[in-house]
């Protein structure tokens, strides 16, 4: 019985790939994420040292916004690069 031919299979080369630009964050973020965590932070401290008095129009809702700066803050994080 003859023998059939033996097929050679190519041989795989990837696709080249382009020299992608190097993408960097605007040289304000680092600054705006640690100023207003650091703001969050203070807004907080600053209403228990206050005795609840110096801030007590808002009462409760000074938690509510001092997490909510470390929030924003958490989230421009996400965009440094």
Do not use: C, D, H
Request: net charge positive; aromatic share 14%.
């Amino acid at each position: 019985m003859p023998k059939s031919r033996v097929r050679q299979k190519e041989t795989y080369t990837p696709p080249a790939q382009k020299a992608a630009a190097r993408k960097t964050s605007a040289p304000w973020v680092p600054y705006a994420f640690v100023g207003t965590m650091l703001l969050g932070l203070a807004w907080i401290v600053a209403y228990y040292a206050s005795n609840q008095v110096f801030m007590s129009a808002l009462s409760g809702w000074n938690l509510v916004i001092g997490f909510a700066l470390i929030i924003v803050g958490l989230g421009i994080m996400t965009q440094w690069r």
